[in-house]
């Protein structure tokens, strides 16, 4: 299921506004690849590039190319839906929606793929919870509300809701930021579990998570306020933590700027 991305000379504009200029790499498949860098430089933006939901926005446009393996994402055939689906995308605010139960939030996803009936959905949603390390604590309360839950539990919702229809990416935006040490390590935990099934991309602002769940990173900058966001260096994480080829790139990882 787990499947590689290729993207190629990728600008993203908001109106007039470039957001972020010319960036191609490779993100491959069953790993983790983390974007880091300053705030403003495009992470979120070009995340949204790659599940297409980044000209949701009114205004906004992408130039350049996305495969998934091999496909290009932004062909004239291709339904933007049908690429969320294969897609998926974690939110830094936990999202689940706040009337439904726990199990319902599971569900709603696959409500949209057409006709499923109640075991298949019954077991799909304890699959679901199981793989977002979640179904132990939920288990005997699954028809009370989702907002009922836990920052952390929440967070994992949200997981297990997003990998309910099988996509084969998922994409996290900060999933740690709103959440404590405790299940931030429980996130962490569930990352390193779900890359033996999805090509997982996650932006961070936490250097020490970065390092700990990431095969490879990327980091992104500006060249100054007002300018594009570039990548300016990928490689395997050890590496980039290590020994990073860019100067700009060992003062964010030390924390001299950012
Ligand atoms: N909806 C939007 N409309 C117009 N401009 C936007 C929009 N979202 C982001 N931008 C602009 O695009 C640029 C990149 O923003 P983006 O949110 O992608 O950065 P980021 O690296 O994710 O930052 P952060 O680390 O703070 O989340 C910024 O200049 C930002 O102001
Ligand atoms: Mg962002």
Request: some cysteine.
């Amino acid at each position: 299921m787990s499947k590689q991305i290729q993207v190629s000379g990728l600008d993203a504009y908001y109106g007039s506004h470039k957001a972020i200029e010319d960036v191609s790499m490779t993100i491959e498949p069953r790993s983790i690849t983390a974007f880091i860098g300053p705030s403003g430089c495009g992470k979120s933006t070009f995340l949204r590039t790659l599940n297409r939901m980044h000209e949701v926005i009114p205004g906004a446009r992408v130039d350049g190319k996305v495969l998934l393996d091999g496909e290009d994402l932004y062909a004239g055939t291709v339904e933007p839906v049908s690429v969320r689906r294969m897609i998926g995308m974690v939110f830094q605010r936990p999202n689940p929606f706040p009337t439904m139960s726990i199990y319902e939030n599971v569900a709603a996803g696959l409500r949209l793929n057409g006709r499923v009936s109640k075991a298949q959905t019954d077991a799909i949603v304890e699959e679901s919870l199981k793989g977002a390390n979640l179904w132990n604590e939920v288990k005997d309360r699954l028809n009370k509300p989702g907002a009922g839950l836990s920052g952390g539990q929440q967070q994992r919702l949200c997981i297990a809701r997003a990998i309910a229809v099988k996509p084969q990416v998922l994409l996290m935006d900060e999933p740690c930021s709103a959440l404590d040490p405790i299940s931030t390590l429980a996130i962490e935990d569930l990352m390193a579990k779900l890359k033996d099934e999805f090509t997982i991309v996650i932006v961070t602002h936490n250097m020490q998570q970065a390092a700990r769940v990431s095969d490879r990173t990327a980091f992104f900058n500006l060249a100054e306020q007002g300018k594009p966001g570039k990548v300016i260096e990928m490689d395997e994480t050890s590496r980039m933590f290590t020994n990073p080829s860019e100067k700009a790139t060992e003062d964010y990882i030390t924390g001299r700027f950012g």
